[in-house]
């Protein structure tokens, strides 16, 4: 199962909760413990939408994985570069 189809039935269950805790505020009211319910709803909901932020993330992260390439080393030598090489470089205000 996807990420993407494992996120829209998580959706589908959040409005679900939704409408449960809106029908039960109709039918008790301001109560302490209908409020404790609703924060406790509003907190999921708050959850989810940042479960989204975090599932584009590991998205991305993944088709990153998948498209790093594990292919040759290349070595790279100890000695010094030939100076003439940055002779043209502008040092961009790096004391040296």
Known sequence: M?????????????????????????????THAMRRIVNDAERILNDIDRLDIDAEELEVTRGAAQHHHVGEKIAIPDTQYDTTFWGEVDDGGVAG
């Open 2 to 30: 996807s990420t993407t189809t494992e996120l829209a039935q998580l959706h589908e269950l959040i409005g679900g909760l939704r409408r449960c805790v809106t029908s039960l505020a109709s039918r008790y009211g301001d």
